[in-house]
């Protein structure tokens, strides 16, 4: 295993799962997380763990060990991977860029989603895309989507090179979500 991934300690089973994801986002700005009846998105509001599901079950489901497939809670500084391994059971890995700045990539992803559904709730903002066949989705959010803006993943991709020297990713991670330029520059 990579010294950008090491393994930490996972739930033993689904009732942990919530508990579990709630302590380690305690310490991080994010979760998202990928469930077999959808996507959600979380954050932390003090002690209490708020997720999509809080604003429109229809359009977010709710935070369940039983149906959830992979995690990630992640910031600026490291990434948190919960997932199912081969066996079924809970693997964890913290997941960190590689200590040479030189050697990282920062990459920002559009989001869909470039419009805002009425006001911020509780640091949620529904956003919908005009594509058609693309459902609404809550996000964490500090502001509403302004003309020009768009939602951006950040995201940073660790390389190493092989013995010929030539370059390739060891391990990519999530590190924001932010609003911002719709025509910024995607890679640093």
Not at 19 to 28: E, G, N, Q, Y
Not at 101 to 122: C, F, H, P, T, Y
């Amino acid at each position: 295993m990579s010294e950008l991934a090491k393994e930490i300690k996972a739930p033993t089973d689904n009732d942990q799962v919530v508990s579990w994801i709630t302590d380690h986002l305690k310490k991080h700005d994010f979760l998202l997380a990928f469930a077999d009846d959808g996507v959600i998105w979380g954050k932390m509001d003090g002690e209490t763990l708020v997720t999509s599901h809080k604003f429109d079950g229809s359009i977010s489901p709710e935070l369940r060990g039983k149906t959830l497939q992979q995690a990630f809670i992640f910031d600026a500084k490291e990434e948190i991977r919960l997932f199912r391994d081969e066996m079924n059971q809970w693997q964890a890995r913290k997941v960190t860029d590689a200590k040479d700045k030189k050697r990282v990539i920062e990459e920002s992803q559009i989001l869909w989603g470039d419009e805002a559904v009425g006001e911020l709730q509780n640091g949620f903002l529904q956003v919908r895309d005009n594509t058609k066949g693309i459902p609404n989705q809550f996000i964490p959010a500090k502001e509403k989507i302004a003309v020009g803006k768009c939602l951006r993943l950040d995201v940073h991709h660790s390389v190493d090179y092989n013995e010929n020297g030539e370059a390739y990713i060891v391990i990519s991670r999530l590190a924001g979500l932010r609003i911002g330029n719709r025509n910024e520059e995607v890679l640093r």
